[in-house]
C-alpha cells in the first residue's frame, strides 16, 4: 500500500512539472508572438507622446527653417491658469460635451426602443436611422451651414412661411454653440442607437415575458425592467461619446471656427489656432498634456462607474 502511495505522489508530482514546464513554454510563445505588436504599439503611441512632455517643457523657434529648442520649465503649465480663450474653450467643451450627449443617449435610446418593437421592415429602419453616421464630416459640415445659412437656409426659410423672423444661427452668440450641438446630436444619435439596440436585443426575453404574465404595463417594464438591465450599456456608452464629445473639432470648425467671439471655442479647436496659427508648440503641447490628463481622468471615472453598476447588477 506504501509502493502504491508513493508511486502515485511520484506520478502526480511529475504531472505537476510536466504541466509548470508546459505552462512556461506556452507563456514564453505568447511573448513572443505579442512583442512584434507591442513593439509597434510604444512606437505608434508612447513614444510620440512621451515627445510631446517633452516639448512642453521647451521653447521652440525656427531659424533658418531649422527648429531651435530652448528650455522653458514649468512655464507653459503656468501660463494655461492664465489662458482666458483656454477657460473659455474649456467651458463651451463641457457645456458641448454634456449637452450634445445627452441629446444622443435620449434619442438613441428611444429609437432603439421602438426599432425593438417594430417586426416588420426592421431592417429598412435600422439603415435609415443609422444614416448620418455614414457620411463624412466635411459633407455634414456643407450640409448643415447651408440649412443654417441666414439668408437662403432652410431652417430660415421654414420660419418666413409662419411668419416668424430669420435668425443668424451660426453667427450668434446666442445660438451659435446650440446650432453646433443641434448638428452633433443629429450626427451621432445613430452610434448610441446601435449600442442600445444591441443592448436591448441581448436582455433576457424570459424575464418580459414574466412581467407580461403579472400584467405589467409597457410603461412599467420599461422603467422597472428595461432601464434596470440597460444600466451597463447605458454607463459605457455615454463613457464613449463624452470622451469623444471633449474631443470635437470638425463640426466647430466647419461650422463656425470657433466665433463669433468665443462663443463656439472649444479646446481641440484652441490647441490647433496654438499649433498651427499661432505656432507656439511648446505652449500647445503644455495644453495637450493638460486635455490628456482631463481625459484620462473622465475614463478612470467611467471605468469606476462601470464597475459599481455592474456589481449592483
Not at 108 to 119: D, H, I, R, Y
Not at 287 to 300: E, N, P, W
Amino acid at each position: 500500500m506504501t509502493t502504491i502511495q508513493s508511486t502515485g505522489a511520484r506520478d502526480m508530482s511529475a504531472a505537476r512539472s510536466r504541466r509548470q514546464i508546459e505552462s512556461a513554454d506556452q507563456r514564453l510563445w505568447r511573448w513572443l508572438t505579442f512583442s512584434p505588436a507591442l513593439a509597434v504599439m510604444l512606437a505608434l503611441s508612447v513614444l510620440p507622446l512621451a515627445g510631446l512632455f517633452l516639448t512642453s517643457f521647451q521653447n521652440i523657434a525656427w531659424v533658418d527653417g531649422q527648429p531651435v529648442r530652448s528650455w522653458a520649465g514649468f512655464a507653459h503649465y503656468r501660463a494655461l491658469f492664465d489662458d482666458a480663450l483656454l477657460g473659455a474653450a474649456l467651458w463651451n467643451t463641457v457645456i458641448f460635451a454634456f449637452g450634445a450627449v445627452a441629446g444622443q443617449m435620449v434619442l438613441g435610446f428611444a429609437l432603439a426602443v421602438l426599432c425593438s418593437k417594430v417586426t416588420r421592415g426592421r431592417v429598412l429602419y435600422r439603415a435609415i436611422f443609422i444614416l448620418p453616421i455614414l457620411i463624412p464630416g466635411i459633407v455634414i459640415g456643407a450640409i448643415w451651414k447651408l440649412m443654417l445659412n441666414y439668408d437662403f437656409g432652410l431652417a430660415n426659410t421654414v420660419l418666413a412661411t409662419v411668419g416668424i423672423t430669420p435668425h443668424d444661427w451660426l453667427g450668434s452668440a446666442e445660438t451659435a454653440l446650440l446650432s453646433v450641438i443641434m448638428v452633433d446630436i443629429w450626427h451621432w444619435t445613430p452610434f448610441c442607437f446601435l449600442l442600445f439596440l444591441a443592448g436591448l436585443e441581448s436582455l433576457p426575453q424570459d424575464v418580459f415575458e414574466a412581467a407580461k404574465i403579472d400584467g405589467a404595463r409597457p410603461w412599467q417594464e420599461l422603467l422597472h425592467i428595461t432601464l434596470p438591465l440597460m444600466v451597463p450599456t447605458i454607463v459605457v456608452t455615454f463613457a464613449f461619446r463624452l470622451i469623444l464629445a471633449f474631443k470635437v473639432f470638425d463640426e466647430v470648425y466647419l461650422l463656425t471656427s470657433g466665433g463669433p467671439g468665443t462663443a463656439t471655442e472649444v479646446i481641440s479647436f484652441t490647441l490647433y489656432q496654438r499649433f498651427f496659427t499661432e505656432d507656439k508648440a511648446g505652449y500647445g503641447s503644455a495644453m495637450s498634456v493638460a486635455v490628456i490628463f482631463l481625459v484620462c481622468l473622465l475614463l478612470v471615472v467611467a471605468l469606476s462607474a462601470r464597475r459599481r453598476s455592474e456589481g449592483a447588477s
